[in-house]
């Protein structure tokens, strides 16, 4: 999410093995802490 160029934070929708929707968000305080596990596609 990015608010006038500036990053707030990260949206996703994971999905697990049964594929189940999961959706949550990364505050941008927090994404430095999650930033190696993410992955687009």
């Given at each position: 999410?990015k ?19 999961i ?19």
């Amino acid at each position: 999410m990015k608010k006038a160029g500036e990053l707030l934070g990260v949206n996703l929708v994971s999905l697990d093995a049964k594929t189940t929707l999961i959706q949550g968000s990364i505050g941008v305080q927090r994404l430095n802490t999650f930033k190696h596990l993410l992955k687009e596609g």
